[in-house]
């Protein structure tokens, strides 16, 4: 293993297998394109072997670099799995917890950390933002706040809340135009392909005409910027709208667009102390905005 292989060519092989190309390899791994290919040629050089073809299209794995790929998963998968295993047998509250969270979420799960550093000071939080999906099989976090219509089935995870989306524009938006206005007759914000199969995406694609969509975007934070500089009207998380002085509430949730607010941890983390601290200092602290999650109240203390 030493001479032919070590960890990072085999996460650097599975990345261009699963990316279809070098730059998204790099990307992935948070390496520059020139460091990815010398890797990648040592590799090749060391084990005598092409791996990769390259298309105009991305990277197409050779019969042999099928193997090595193949190989890679095995053997990074059992090294995860050996990493949570040894973790989730720590009983100190301390070290290092990956948290990953939604963009939209962090103005409201922020203070709740600042106090969570002030009770467990040996306890540092890494946040990772990804309005994506985090595989915490994959150890990218150990913990995953989302929402989400359920719990996938590897993970121990506990429900918090419903979350509530309702309308939102400015005040100079509405100047004007007033909050009474026909949905078709507002100019609207929408999330883009990568959100497709959110709740709100599929709800203004069912009922609004597409010459109606003036401004996409792949975050619904971007979308409350710009619906808070006049653009139009924007579907937002009613925690992220609620709170916002330039925005103007137009609807209460739309029952179409409500989702649920997920706890997630890897099962075998779930009872490492450092976790389990957090997992509970989470689930209270958000027990306490459960008004302004679910879009009851607009009042951000709630």
């Not at 002030?118 to 929402?147: C, G, H, M, Q």
């Not at 409500?258 to 976790?275: I, N, S, Y």
Request: some cysteine.
């Amino acid at each position: 293993m030493q001479d032919k292989y070590k960890w990072d060519d085999l996460r650097l092989a599975q990345a261009i297998g699963e990316m279809g190309s070098l730059t998204g390899a790099a990307r992935s791994l948070q390496i520059d394109h020139s460091t990815a290919f010398r890797r990648l040629q040592a590799l090749e050089a060391r084990l005598g072997a092409h791996l990769f073809n390259r298309a105009r299209d991305g990277y197409v794995p050779t019969p042999a670099g099928e193997e090595v790929i193949a190989a890679a998963a095995q053997i990074l998968d059992a090294l995860g799995e050996l990493e949570r295993r040894v973790a989730g047998e720590a009983l100190s509250p301390s070290g290092v917890v990956r948290l990953t969270l939604p963009d939209t979420l962090m103005t409201t799960v922020a203070p709740l950390l600042q106090a969570f550093h002030e009770e467990y000071p040996a306890i540092v939080v890494e946040t990772a933002i990804d309005n994506a999906f985090f595989r915490l099989s994959k150890r990218d976090a150990d913990v995953a706040l989302r929402p989400a219509a359920s719990a996938p089935e590897e993970l121990a995870g506990r429900r918090i809340s419903i979350v509530g989306t309702a309308l939102y524009a400015s005040e100079d938006y509405l100047s004007g135009r007033g909050k009474d206005l026909a949905l078709d007759a507002h100019d609207w914000l929408c999330p883009d392909d990568s959100l497709s199969q959110s709740r709100s995406a599929r709800w203004i694609a069912s009922q609004i005409p597409a010459e109606r969509i003036v401004h996409k975007a792949n975050s619904l934070l971007a979308l409350s910027v710009a619906a808070g500089a006049g653009l139009g009207v924007a579907a937002l998380p009613c925690y992220l709208g609620d709170p916002d002085p330039g925005l103007c509430r137009l609807s209460d949730p739309v029952p179409a667009m409500e989702t649920e607010l997920w706890l997630l941890v890897h099962p075998d983390l779930r009872h490492a102390a450092r976790v389990r601290a957090l997992l509970d200092f989470l689930w209270e602290g958000l027990q306490k905005k459960r008004n302004l999650l679910e879009g009851y109240c607009s009042d951000a203390s709630n």
